[in-house]
């Protein structure tokens, strides 16, 4: 075959492949129906796996919500992603409202889901539920997420109480990383192991509808999925749960130097922005830009 037959071949194979997978993503389905807690449920039961990705401002959850994620996570990630901090323990309550009211602006069918910033629901349960409806009434989200287990389960328990859906979060808890000391795999002992799963059935009973495990061993995490009727999302936690999450600025190969063994790249933005802006910039040094058409 000649090399133009092989590239137009190519070409024809990789258009196909790209129509298969638009006509997949949700919002060319059809099925534009906003995603409630309710659905997320649904989905388990027939055994269609949940997406999720985090979003921190309006631009990217418009593109995230139009290309059929099912749920977006206003993460606490956004103290690293956005601030540039090495935890998420310093954002604020005020942070995350700002975050999760410009995201809701932008989303039309995905569930959103916003965190509990560190320190606004461990203290005291009744605090969190203050919190918990502040976040609520001021960004109009549909849903909270909060880390960890028996240890919160009142805060949780009241929150749900007072009428506010809970995402839990297991396994490696970034909240508490100066408890952990390194963002290494969680419940690789038989013991931490056990309290998960414990944690996982109190966090169903309590009400919680859905459950993020990152970082455990992927077999623990099939075992957790298997025993609880609620969606269990993962984040390196294997392909036997309900679901999978990433953080979007890793997904899109945005942030550089960070690359755990369950990250997969969909693209080098890093790389096209750089070469963009390098592009402008060598344009408005050599007069380039802006041209005739692109003056009045
Ligand atoms: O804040 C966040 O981005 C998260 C995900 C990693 C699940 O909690």
Do not use: W
Request: aromatic share 6%; hydrophobic share 40%.
């Amino acid at each position: 075959m000649l090399e133009s037959e092989k590239s137009a071949t190519f070409a024809a194979d990789f258009y196909k492949l790209k129509e298969k997978n638009r006509n997949m993503a949700g919002y060319l389905s059809g099925d534009s129906r906003k995603v409630t807690t309710h659905r997320l449920i649904e989905m388990k039961q027939r055994g269609e796996k949940i997406s999720m990705l985090t979003s921190y401002d309006y631009t990217i959850a418009q593109i995230v919500d139009g290309a059929g994620v099912d749920v977006i996570l206003v993460g606490d990630s956004a103290s690293n992603v956005m601030a540039g901090n090495v935890t998420t323990l310093p954002i604020t309550i005020d942070q995350m409202i700002y975050h999760g009211k410009s995201v809701m602006r932008g989303v039309k069918r995905a569930l959103v889901v916003v965190d509990m910033p560190f320190g606004s629901y461990q203290a005291d349960p009744f605090d969190g539920v203050r919190n918990a409806i502040r976040i609520m009434k001021e960004t109009g989200a549909d849903a909270l997420k909060l880390e960890g287990g028996e240890e919160v389960i009142d805060a949780i328990r009241r929150i749900i109480g007072a009428g506010m859906p809970v995402m839990g979060h297991l396994g490696l808890m970034p909240q508490s990383i100066n408890k952990y000391g390194t963002y290494g795999v969680r419940a690789k002992g038989d013991a931490e192991a056990e309290k998960l799963v414990r944690d996982a059935h109190l966090l169903e009973e309590a009400g919680c509808f859905a459950l993020v495990l990152e970082k455990i061993p992927a077999d623990l995490a099939k075992r957790v999925a298997s025993e609880l009727t609620i969606p269990v999302i993962g984040i390196g936690a294997g392909g036997a749960v309900d679901g999978q999450v990433l953080v979007v600025a890793d997904m899109l190969g945005m942030t550089k130097g960070f690359s755990p063994r369950f990250l997969r790249r969909y693209a080098d933005l890093h790389t096209v922005m750089t070469d963009a802006i390098g592009q402008y910039v060598a344009d408005v040094k050599s007069s380039d830009f802006p041209n005739e058409s692109e003056q009045y």
